[in-house]
């Protein structure tokens, strides 16, 4: 079987060597070596002030926008062509999610649309970097700018991927990493906020362990830290990084090839500006001689295991109803986009004869 990605992982032996410090100190969370090993490493790698481990994106996402306070009932503009994690993190913190519709190339947030959507209520733009497209970040911080506006990224697609020679992980008041088995690089489960700003650096560090100051708790907080055993899968994983992506632009490399030019079929690439980090190959089948959903099926019947992925739309969730932007039609190019996009199989281990195979089952 052929799934949609498989999780790199570092060799066996690196890691059992990586840990042998856990088993020799016996401290196995609460910030130990690992864990401060791989905050620095990573702020290292990405010029960026500080970096904040959590146990999951998610709560990362979660616990970042609530270091600002916003006052109950204000609005978040943000985009539904994402996972239910971007949407629930902003609702969970009180807050009301006001839908932005997308753009039809890189399907991120279409910034022409933006501005149009910003009321007295507005507290912040939670944008969402896409497949390793990156979002127009300046325009962004224009209107973010001009309307006083905070700028948190979901940069869960985006680990590595650089704009014009700047990393994702420096634009906004924060961006959010996920470093879930599934991306390129990992923890096995977690997830980082990268940010300029100490101020929320320093809360996000109490947030995330009950709130406590020493013996006070200053804040009503969660328990999301990451463990030494996952920080240090990250240390590991890290090393290996420039390797697996390249790996992985081989495969996307053949996919373009052999998809190139064929009707009804869209690629995304990259502009000449963004480095990828190749975590995702999105297709579009609009036009094509096989619906999204009759390509999900033929694959699927030779043990080839697509992603309807981003499908369905957030602000189609049940959960959503009641908003006043909720409902796809409301953001009619996500709802396309939604409708017809497929992720193939993409990771460092799938061979040229897998991706041919793939394209052979598509193209035939």
């Known amino acids: 079987m052929i799934n949609v990605t498989r999780s790199s992982m570092p060799p066996f032996e690196e890691y059992c060597d990586e840990i042998k410090k856990i088993w020799d100190s016996r401290w196995l969370t609460n910030n130990g070596i690992e864990h401060r090993t791989l905050e620095n490493e990573l702020c290292e790698k990405f010029n960026v002030k500080n970096t904040v481990l959590f146990a999951n994106g998610h709560l990362a996402l979660e616990c970042a926008i609530a270091g600002y306070d916003f006052p109950s009932g204000s609005e978040v503009i943000t985009t539904p062509f994402t996972f239910a994690s971007t949407t629930h993190a902003i609702a969970r913190n009180g807050l009301v999610p006001v839908f932005c ?131 240090a899968m990250g240390v590991c994983n890290l090393r290996h990084l ?8 081989l495969v996307a490399d053949r996919y373009i090839k052999r998809l190139s030019g064929a009707k009804g079929i869209k690629l995304s690439i990259p502009s000449d500006d963004t480095v990828q980090n190749y975590a995702y190959f999105p297709v579009l089948f609009d036009g094509y001689k096989l619906n999204r959903d009759e390509v999900f099926d033929l694959l699927g019947k030779h043990d080839i295991v697509p992603r309807k992925y981003f499908y369905p739309l957030t602000n189609s969730f049940t959960c959503y109803n009641n908003l006043e932007t909720a409902g796809e039609d409301k953001t009619p190019v996500a709802k396309h986009i939604a409708n017809n996009i497929l992720c193939l199989p993409i990771y460092a281990d799938l061979t040229v004869a897998e991706v041919d195979r793939i394209c052979d089952l598509i193209l035939q």
């Not at 224009?142 to 309307?147: D, E, F, N, R, S």
């Not at 991306?183 to 906020?193: A, S």
């Not at 420039?242 to 632009?249: H, S, Y």
């Open 101 to 231: 519709d997308i753009n039809p190339d890189d399907y991120t947030i279409d910034v022409s649309k933006i501005e149009e959507l910003i009321t007295d209520k507005t507290v912040a733009i939670v944008p969402v970097h896409v497949y390793g497209n990156m979002c127009d970040v300046y325009a962004i911080d224009k209107i973010a700018k001009k309307h006083g506006l905070r700028v948190i990224y979901d940069a869960a697609h985006a680990f590595n991927v650089t704009y014009k020679g700047v990393s994702s992980a420096c634009f906004g008041d924060a961006s959010m990493f996920s470093f879930h088995a599934t991306k390129v690089f990992h923890t096995i489960e977690g997830g980082g906020i990268c940010t300029a700003n100490d101020e929320l650096a320093k809360y996000l560090n109490h947030i995330k362990n009950f709130g406590q100051d020493g013996e006070d708790c200053i804040y009503a907080g969660t328990n999301c830290k990451m463990n030494e055993f996952a920080a």
């Open 242 to 249: 420039d390797e697996e992506i390249a790996k992985r632009k």
